[in-house]
């Protein structure tokens, strides 16, 4: 039976051009190079300069996307923006960037499922493309994680850094079966449970202030190989596939040594995991997409692959999406 799809038209990413290496967090807390590689794999991060800002980022990988995939602005029936550091509490970053764009028909709308929020944003458009109600979708992940950082706590500053990327989803009709190309499952979870292990300590409502990243890191380690591993159980199964299938790994770019320990429960060798963290850090909802750009034009994702995509952020949230490019 015939099925829509949603197929990815074009990728897109911006990374700002200041670079931020382990040798120079050395000079402003107590930490060295070789702690942070051991423990994250992270080498370099990349940090929004000033007056740079989320949207700066976003309408830059969206460019680069609508650009790839030969699509003009007026093309897009949704923006839809993953994004924990939005420029304003409000307007939405999405309206931002759509108006940047020349485009003021269909609609825009940020979605804050902090680092899973690209996995959550492409659930939403696939539901928006299947639903009838949009034919393609502009999904950015975009994020200046270093705006809400405390540059004096060693455990957090480390970790993450800026940047956007994007993808251009449209609706296909295809044949119904796991060789199609597009989303073929996507699974989502959350637990507030969690809260206190990985969240920031301000927002309107409660102090009245941006506040700062705070996480208790042995705590999300602790959890993060299982909670993962249940929702790529779950996409499989949906879809029909089984692991072994699998052609590319594209995981949230947190740390490698939970990517590894993922990888290693799949049986996915090191040639079929796409690892950007050492040079990205972790860019919160902008992780996925900026890996993801990276292998296609590298040439390792290409059509006809099947990508695993999946991530776990502050909440916590989780999620994981399966989609034959």
């Known amino acids: 039976m015939k099925k ?12 700002p051009d200041r670079v931020l290496t382990n040798a120079e967090l050395s000079g402003m807390v107590d930490t060295t190079d070789e702690w942070i590689v051991q423990r994250t794999g992270i080498r370099e991060r990349r940090i929004a300069a000033e007056g740079e800002r989320t949207s700066d980022l976003a309408f830059a990988a969206a460019t680069a996307a609508l650009a790839d995939a030969g699509l003009e602005a007026r093309d897009i029936d949704v923006i839809l923006v993953a994004t924990a550091t939005p420029d304003y509490t409000f307007p939405a970053t999405a309206v931002i960037v759509q108006d940047r764009l020349g485009l003021h ?27 009838g109600q949009a034919h393609r979708v502009l999904v950015i992940g975009a994020e200046t994680f270093s705006r809400i950082l405390d540059w004096e706590d060693r455990t957090t500053c480390v970790l993450f850094g800026d940047g956007a990327g994007a993808i251009v989803l449209e ?23 969690h809260l206190h292990k990985l969240y920031v300590d301000g927002g309107p409502s409660s102090t009245q202030t941006v506040g700062h990243l705070r996480m208790e890191g042995r705590e999300v380690f602790r959890h993060a190989v299982g909670l993962v591993s249940d929702v790529i159980d779950g996409a ?20 490698k040594r939970i990517i590894d320990a993922t990888a290693r ?22 992780s996925i997409p900026l890996a993801l750009d990276t292998a296609r034009r590298d040439g390792r994702i290409r059509e006809g692959d099947l990508v695993m995509l999946e991530a776990m952020g502050g909440g916590f949230t989780w999620g994981a999406a399966l989609v034959r490019w």
């Open 4 to 15: 829509m799809r949603s197929v990815v038209r074009g990728t897109g990413s911006h990374l």
């Open 105 to 131: 028909s269909g609609a825009a709308f940020d979605l804050q499922a902090v680092c899973s929020g690209f996995v959550f944003g492409i659930a939403n458009a696939d539901a928006l493309i299947r639903s």
């Open 171 to 193: 609706g296909q009709e295809q044949d119904g079966a796991k060789t199609d190309r597009g989303v073929l499952a996507t699974r989502l979870r959350s637990d507030g449970g």
């Open 236 to 255: 499989l199964a949906d879809a029909g596939a089984a692991a072994v299938e699998i052609d590319w790994f594209v995981p949230h770019q947190a740390n």
């Open 265 to 286: 429960k799949f049986g996915w060798p090191d040639e079929k995991v796409v690892i950007t963290v050492d040079r990205h850090g972790n860019t919160s909802a902008a």
